[in-house]
């Protein structure tokens, strides 16, 4: 099976070809230019995959949220894809696409994933993990007020972009920081708050929707 997975949902630009048990990625954290960046990188992975734009058998749309002008980038050139190859378009989370790779690479069972909103905020969700550790959504996604977090579930791994926007991240300065058990962003990322000892260091972007393309066909 051929599977083109796109994402543009935050600053950065994805794309990934599966064939087969091959991938073939493309990655770039360039914001303000997916326009120009994604149609070359669809280029790129389909030719290094010997591919074609026909032989493709769906488009793994990374559906947000995210920005809106990015999101419609993205379902645009998928939508086109579509229409001239006849493949099926799959929608999914991009939210959900974080909690995929941080599953597959942290020993936990939860994990909280903020992406930046922009306007002082930050979208926020929580996914546990499910007995085949694909995500399992804890809840609608909600759109959070930058500053601090209410309630962060014991023992979850910190991901996503957002985090920079959450000056505090715990609601009560009676609960520590640490019962966040890791992070699967650079702690520079973090605000000081939120660094619990021996944080993780791998990036974890967000927008690559690689893993979910993989793990959801």
Request: with cysteine; charged share 15%; aromatic share 4%.
């Amino acid at each position: 099976m051929n599977l083109l997975a796109l994402d543009t949902s935050t600053e950065a630009c994805s794309v990934a070809l599966q064939t087969g048990d091959v991938v073939h990625d493309r990655h770039e954290l360039r914001p303000r230019e997916h326009t120009r960046l994604l149609l070359p990188m669809i280029n790129d992975v389909l030719a290094a995959g010997g591919v074609a734009v026909d032989e493709l058998d769906a488009v793994v749309l990374g559906n947000g949220p995210g920005s809106f002008i990015g999101l419609r980038i993205a379902a645009s050139v998928a939508q086109g894809l579509c229409y001239g190859s006849g493949a099926a378009l799959v929608p999914v989370s991009s939210l959900a696409a974080v909690a995929v790779e941080v599953f597959a690479l942290h020993r936990t069972d939860t994990v909280l994933v903020a992406q930046d909103a922009h306007m002082n905020e930050v979208y926020l969700a929580v996914f546990t993990a499910g007995s085949d550790r694909l995500p399992c959504d804890e809840g609608t996604v909600r759109l959070q007020r930058a500053g601090r977090i209410d309630t962060v579930p014991d023992g979850a791994v910190a991901a996503g972009a957002g985090w920079h926007r959450l000056s505090r991240p715990l609601g009560s300065e009676s609960r520590p920081a640490g019962r966040i058990a890791g992070t699967a962003v650079p702690s520079s990322h973090l605000p000081p708050a939120a660094r619990p000892p021996g944080a993780g260091s791998r990036s974890i972007c967000g927008t690559c929707v690689a893993g979910t393309c993989l793990y959801s066909s």
